[in-house]
């Protein structure tokens, strides 16, 4: 993954040497080198990490005959076909593609990208840029505007590269991380550090930034409505994801857990490096010992299948602080899954591998919300009504029949969708460990939060794209993982986030997507074709990682111990919140930052 830096408004000296000090915090993303370009009113800066044979030799920003100026972190998955759009040659690293579509289509072009995808864009003449990102924000862009200057960078710590003065704990997001309901979807948990959301552009202009939504999901035409037509769709955008994202000057490897998912996903990579002449591609997994989520059972029978080497990193000696205390990637919160994952791609590295596969997002845009009854009962879909309230299995469910007699009434009502829809947005109560301001914040997000939900046609489609989000760009999640990866020099590919498998399992009914609570009958079916019956339809319970993230929880407590700096913040009340995993976290976060000590360093 490379780095973009970016800086506007200030006189050149000082925007050159504000890019080059950014660039200075992302080194680590510049394993193939770094250059800057610059104007009068304006400076961009590259960190190049080659991850596509196109791009290998690609270290500056693109600059075209029109003014414009792009800097690119990303991969495009459809070449060919922007190729032909625009009419040229497909040839070159992906950054001239791009660049040609700015100058075509300029705001309106981060829609015509499919990928993962951040950049950054500047035209002199007009004094004008442009920040985006790819439709589910798979690759970060933060800014910062300080009076009419703006500054923006992958990583949100490259926006004080003179250290962290002025730079004040976000208290209302801090909040929202105590409870477990932090993303970044516009503001960060620093005070005036705002990412652009995905799927969004950003027009710069004097300093002030416009964003507008790019990708809309509400506008998606309906899917395939028959089971079998719809796991025929799903396997064949999958088979794209997936063969765009072998696309790499070094084999693939593919992180397995031993799961339906990232199981078909390498049955998948198989085939298309086999049909493509690449070479195979290399199963990685972690195994854990003596524990009820260990899968080794399953990545052993499934390299078996495939005929495909598999190589372990075990996750051994996970209790006591010790294990947290070991250099660690981005190690914000004593979390060991970065630390596994930095030590598979240590391993991927060892092997020749560069570009993990994973089978990640399956389950986000998969997983049953709650909330489709409520959207079946509104489209007037009986089968669906029939299924999401349990009448298709149980015709008599007691429970199903009290469903459907609350919606009857309500629909006897005035304005009875509203109301519906309302009754199922209840919020949760504010935990009362909080602070009163930290209550406050918590609840105005909720009702921002009930607001955006209310305003689309899907109630289970606006859950989905929320989880589906919220799971990439919490930074102590898969974006802790990601910003790992980047420090390690490996990139993370997930051919579930791909944007034509999510437009499409989010065109297809609930009622066909999911069956049941965890259920996910098309991947099951197209799985069913690849992988053998114990694989495909397992009778062993799937393994939970209660006990695992259990110890991790413990850990978190005993580490951060009381939330002292969450208490001087006024976050939380005197007598509580000590011994919360959530807590544990956010006071793990606030402590370093405050300190200094939550730099991206590998020492």
Not at 236 to 249: D, Q
Not at 486 to 503: H, K, M, N, S, T
Request: aromatic share 6%.
């Amino acid at each position: 993954m490379s780095g973009v830096a970016f800086a506007a408004g200030a006189n050149r000296r000082e925007n050159e040497a504000v890019v080059g000090a950014m660039l200075a915090r992302m080194d680590h993303r510049a394993r193939d080198g770094r250059q800057t370009w610059s104007s009068e009113h304006a400076s961009i800066g590259f960190a190049a990490m080659w991850t596509t044979p196109e791009d290998a030799g690609e270290i500056a920003p693109r600059a075209g005959a029109s003014g414009w100026i792009v800097a690119f972190d990303g991969r495009l998955d459809d070449r060919r076909g922007l190729s032909q759009t625009l009419g040229v040659p497909d040839e070159g690293p992906d950054a001239r593609l791009v660049l040609l579509a700015i100058e075509r289509w300029e705001e309106d072009a981060p829609d015509k990208l499919l990928g993962d995808f951040a950049l950054v864009a500047w035209h002199e003449g007009r004094r004008r840029g442009l920040l985006a990102r790819d439709y589910v924000g798979q690759r970060p862009l933060f800014y910062r505007c300080i009076g009419k200057s703006l500054r923006a960078a992958s990583e949100m710590q490259a926006l004080f590269p003179e250290g962290r003065t002025g730079a004040r704990p976000n208290l209302g997001q801090l909040a929202l991380l105590c409870v477990g309901e932090y993303a970044e979807d516009d503001e960060t948990l620093i005070d005036g550090v705002r990412v652009v959301p995905p799927g969004h552009v950003a027009t710069v202009v004097d300093g002030r930034v416009t964003t507008r939504r790019y990708w809309d999901p509400t506008r998606l035409g309906g899917g395939p409505s028959k089971p079998t037509a719809a796991a025929d769709a799903l396997e064949e955008a999958l088979r794209a994801a997936v063969h765009a994202r072998l696309r790499s000057p070094k084999p693939v490897a593919i992180s397995v857990s031993g799961g339906l998912d990232s199981s078909l996903i390498a049955a998948l990579a198989r085939d298309a490096a086999a049909e493509h002449g690449d070479e195979a591609p290399l199963l990685l997994t972690i195994r854990f010992p003596g524990l009820g989520c260990d899968e080794s059972l399953f990545t052993a029978r499934l390299s078996r299948h495939l005929h495909l080497a598999l190589r372990a990193v075990e996750a051994t000696g996970l209790e006591g602080p010790a294990r947290y205390e070991r250099p660690a990637h981005i190690d914000l919160y004593p979390d060991p899954m970065p630390v596994l994952s930095a030590e598979l791609a240590a391993l991927a590295h060892r092997e020749g591998h560069d570009a993990i596969l994973t089978g990640s997002g399956s389950d986000e845009l998969q997983w049953r919300t709650g909330l489709e009854l409520h959207d079946a009962i509104h489209d007037g879909e009986l089968a669906g009504v029939l299924r999401h309230a349990g009448l298709a299995e149980k015709p008599l469910s007691a429970g199903a029949w009290r469903q459907l007699g609350v919606a009857a009434l309500r629909g006897l009502s005035r304005g009875w969708w509203a109301r519906l829809r309302a009754g199922a947005l209840r919020e949760e109560t504010v935990p009362d460990f909080l602070g009163p301001e930290a209550a406050c914040s918590v609840k105005e997000a909720r009702l921002g939060r009930r607001a955006r939900f209310l305003s689309v046609g899907s109630l289970a489609q606006a859950r989905v794209l929320e989880g589906l989000t919220a799971s990439l760009q919490c930074p102590f999640g898969r974006g802790q993982v990601g910003l790992s990866a980047a420090v390690a020099g490996y990139e993370l590919r997930d051919p579930f986030f791909d944007r034509r498998v999510a437009e499409l399992l989010l065109s297809v009914s609930p009622a066909v997507r999911t069956d049941r609570p965890g259920g996910k009958p098309l991947t099951r079916a197209i799985a069913a074709r690849h992988l053998p019956a114990s694989l495909a339809y397992r009778t062993q319970p799937w393994t939970e990682f209660s006990a695992f993230f259990q110890r991790v929880e413990t850990d978190a407590s005993v580490l951060s111990q009381e939330p002292v700096t969450l208490r001087a913040l006024g976050l939380i009340r005197p007598d509580g919140g000590a011994k919360l995993a959530q807590v544990a976290l956010a006071e793990a976060w606030a402590a370093r930052w405050l300190t200094g000590r939550a730099d991206y360093s590998l020492e």
